[in-house]
């Protein structure tokens, strides 16, 4: 007999999220390794003494963290990505009724924070999980998957990570800044300063990039031009025979 699933929404719940969650999930481990609760004496200089309550700063830090373990530098899709998530919700402590924070309400906070912070308090985080034994340092896991391709090990050149730490956190800033309520699009009167509109670089890095992309230009033609030559013997070859069938001569 054919089956057939209907929905109906349930008024009351029995849920237990720490029940859904696995137990060898990567954010459930990382939740009972991390213990950020020195982030309240760490932080409260920067937070007055009247008004309304703030996020929680362990709160804060552990969305912080996992926009960088998911690759996310916008805080919108930071949130919408998060209460998909049971095991992230289960990580930063919310249940599935909860609300979570405003993603504007992530990039005031970040604004807040100098970037010494972030760098102390990710450092921190990566020292408890290497005691803890979930970093070995002798294994690199990536997703992949095998394609086949036509290429000269020649060719092959050195790649690095996309990016570092401080790399990251200088994008989600900026990106932060722009993070509006309404779509990106340029508004009449921009009341940003120079310094949220732009990333600047020394004038060293700025030498290193041209350098770098000169020489990446002047590989390339001679890639081009060897493989244009190698291209070319193969081709010209049954030509020349073919017309040596036409005349006769063999």
Not at 1 to 29: A, C, H, I, W
Request: with cysteine.
């Amino acid at each position: 007999m054919q089956g057939k699933k209907t929905y109906q929404e349930k008024l009351f719940n029995s849920f237990r999220l720490s029940e859904r969650v696995p137990q060898d999930n990567f954010y459930r481990l990382l939740k009972g390794v991390l213990d950020l609760n020195f982030l309240y004496v760490q932080t409260k200089s920067y937070y007055g003494d009247s008004g309304q309550k703030s996020i929680d700063p362990v709160v804060f830090f552990k969305l912080c963290l996992v926009g960088y373990l998911e690759n996310i530098i916008s805080d919108r899709k930071l949130i919408q990505h998060c209460s998909m998530r049971l095991d992230i919700l289960y990580f930063i402590d919310y249940d599935l009724d909860e609300e979570l924070p405003w993603h504007s309400t992530i990039s005031r906070t970040r604004q807040l924070f100098p970037e010494s912070v972030f760098e102390e308090v990710f450092t921190k985080v990566l020292s408890m999980c290497i005691e803890k034994g979930m970093v070995s340092g002798h294994t690199q896991a990536i997703d992949s998957a095998p394609i086949k391709a036509n290429a000269s090990m020649d060719t092959l050149e050195l790649k690095v990570p996309e990016e570092d730490l401080q790399a990251h956190l200088r994008k989600v800033r900026v990106f932060s800044s722009m993070d509006k309520e309404t779509p990106h699009r340029k508004s009449k009167g921009d009341k940003s300063d120079r310094g949220q509109r732009i990333v600047t670089a020394s004038k060293k890095e700025l030498g290193a990039i041209q350098s770098r992309n000169k020489k990446w230009s002047t590989d390339q033609d001679n890639d081009q031009g060897q493989e244009t030559k190698a291209r070319s013997i193969p081709v010209i070859k049954p030509i020349i025979v073919l017309l040596i069938q036409m005349l006769g001569l063999v």
